[in-house]
C-alpha cells in the first residue's frame, strides 16, 4: 500500500546508483509499492487522487524539496484528501541536493529514509500557504521596504535590512527559538535574526506582506510580494525520523 | 517573573519578543509574556507580563498583569499587580498598579496610584476561576 513518486530529475543517470540503493534496500524490508514517475504523467493531481480513493496509506515523495512541494500540492488540493487525510501517511526519500525538508524531518540520507519507513513514527503538522503555493518548512523574506502586517492589528517596521523567516515547521537545529516552534498548533511564527541577540519572535496565524520583494519558500520557490501567508486547514501526517528538527 | 534578587528574569517562555531592530505599529493583544526591545506605537495589552527593556521606545498606553519597565514610555500604564520601574526607565504617563517597586535614578511624569485591591481583585479573579475549573 505504499506510492513512491519519483520526480523526474531522477532520470538522470548520475542518480540511477541512489535509486538502484533504494529499491534494494525496500526490498530488502518489505516495504514494496507502485511507482510513479512523475516524468510520464501530465496530471499529478488526478494520478494521487485515484491512488488514495484506492485506499494507498503511504505516498513517498522520491526526490528534494521541490518533489515534497509538488506532492503535498496534489495530497491537499484532492477532494478526497480530506476524508482520507487522517488515513494517508506522507514521507520523503531524499536525493540529490535541495533537500531541507527531509532533513527537517530527520531523514538524512536515502538509505536512512528506507528504515525511517520501517518504523513508521509518524508525525502530524500544518502547511502553510503563500499566495498560492504551499510550504512546509519555511518562507524567507527578501526585501529592504516591506512591511509586515500581523494578524489585521499590527504591522512591522524594519530599522534595518535583516533576515526574515516566517517559519511553519522549525528546520533550523541553532535557532534561538527552536523550542517555541509547534509544528501543528495552526500558527505561524515570525523570526527576525534568528541565531544571534537581536532578534524578534512573533506567532500569529496571518500575516499579509506588503511592498516590493520575493519569498523564497522551502529554499525552493519565489513569490513575489505582496502576499499573504498562513496556514491551511488541513493537515498532513508525515513519517519522520527521531533526530527532526521540530517539535 | 523576579528572582530572589528582585532583578527581572528576562523570561525565555515570553511569547512575543520585539527585537531592537523592529518598530511596531498597532493594537498589540496578547494572552502570554511580551519583551519589547524596540519600539512600539498604538497599544499593549495581555492577560500576562511585559517588559520593556532600557533602549526600548514604547509610544502606547500599557495594560497587563505584571511589568517590568527599563525603557522609555509614552502613555498610561496599567498593571494588574505588580509593576518594577528600573533606574533607566522614563515614564511620560499615569501609572496605576497593584504594586509597585521604583529604582533610584527612575523618571515618571504623570499620576501614579497604587492600590493593593486592583492587585487583590486580581487574585480573587484567578481563585475563582480555579474554583469554576
Redesign the interface.
Known amino acids: 500500500m505504499n506510492a513512491y513518486i519519483y520526480d523526474d530529475f531522477l532520470n538522470k543517470s548520475r542518480y540511477r546508483r541512489a535509486i538502484n540503493r533504494v529499491e534494494i534496500r525496500l526490498t530488502d524490508l518489505g516495504l514494496n509499492g507502485k511507482i510513479i514517475r512523475l516524468g510520464a504523467i501530465k496530471n499529478i493531481k488526478d494520478v494521487i487522487q485515484a491512488e488514495i480513493k484506492n485506499g494507498i496509506k503511504n505516498i513517498i515523495a522520491v526526490g528534494n524539496n521541490e518533489t515534497v512541494n509538488k506532492v503535498i500540492s496534489s495530497m491537499i488540493t484532492n477532494k478526497d484528501y480530506g476524508f482520507f487525510q487522517k488515513d494517508v501517511l506522507f514521507s520523503v526519500i531524499p536525493i540529490g541536493g535541495n533537500n531541507s525538508i527531509a532533513h527537517s524531518f530527520g531523514i538524512k540520507k536515502e538509505e536512512e529514509a528506507c528504515n525511517i519507513l520501517l518504523a513508521r513514527r509518524v508525525q502530524q503538522i500544518d502547511i502553510a500557504y503563500a499566495g498560492n503555493n504551499i510550504f512546509l518548512n519555511k518562507a524567507e523574506l527578501l526585501s529592504n521596504d516591506a512591511i509586515i502586517e500581523i494578524d489585521d492589528d499590527y504591522h512591522l517596521e524594519l530599522k534595518q535590512k535583516t533576515n526574515i523567516k516566517i517559519i511553519n515547521v522549525n528546520d533550523d537545529n541553532y535557532l534561538a527559538f527552536k523550542n517555541k516552534i509547534i509544528s501543528s498548533d495552526n500558527n505561524l511564527n515570525l523570526v527576525v535574526g534568528g541565531r544571534n541577540q537581536d532578534n524578534t519572535f512573533i506567532t500569529s496565524k496571518r500575516i499579509k506582506i506588503s511592498g516590493t520583494g520575493e519569498l523564497i519558500l522551502d529554499e525552493t520557490m519565489l513569490v513575489p510580494i505582496p502576499t499573504e501567508i498562513g496556514i491551511i486547514e488541513q493537515k498532513i501526517n508525515i513519517i519522520v525520523g527521531k533526530d527532526r528538527s521540530f517539535n | 517573573m523576579f528572582n530572589k534578587e528582585g532583578k527581572f528574569e528576562k523570561f525565555k517562555?515570553?511569547?512575543?519578543?520585539?527585537?531592537?531592530?523592529?518598530?511596531?505599529?498597532?493594537?498589540?493583544?496578547g494572552q502570554g509574556d511580551i519583551v519589547i526591545?524596540?519600539?512600539l506605537e498604538?497599544s499593549l495589552k495581555t492577560v500576562a507580563n511585559v517588559f520593556v527593556g532600557e533602549k526600548a521606545k514604547v509610544s502606547a498606553n500599557i495594560d497587563a498583569s505584571e511589568a517590568l519597565i527599563a525603557g522609555e514610555i509614552n502613555g498610561n500604564i496599567k498593571i494588574k499587580k505588580y509593576l518594577a520601574i528600573g533606574k533607566t526607565a522614563k515614564i511620560n504617563g499615569d501609572v496605576q498598579c497593584g504594586e509597585i517597586s521604583i529604582e533610584r535614578g527612575a523618571s515618571i511624569t504623570g499620576q501614579i496610584i497604587v492600590s493593593s485591591e486592583d492587585s487583590k481583585k486580581g487574585e480573587n479573579k484567578k481563585e475563582k476561576i480555579e474554583l469554576e475549573a
Open positions: 517562555d515570553a511569547e512575543t519578543i520585539i527585537g531592537a531592530s523592529i518598530k511596531v505599529k498597532g493594537n498589540f493583544n526591545e524596540g519600539s498604538g
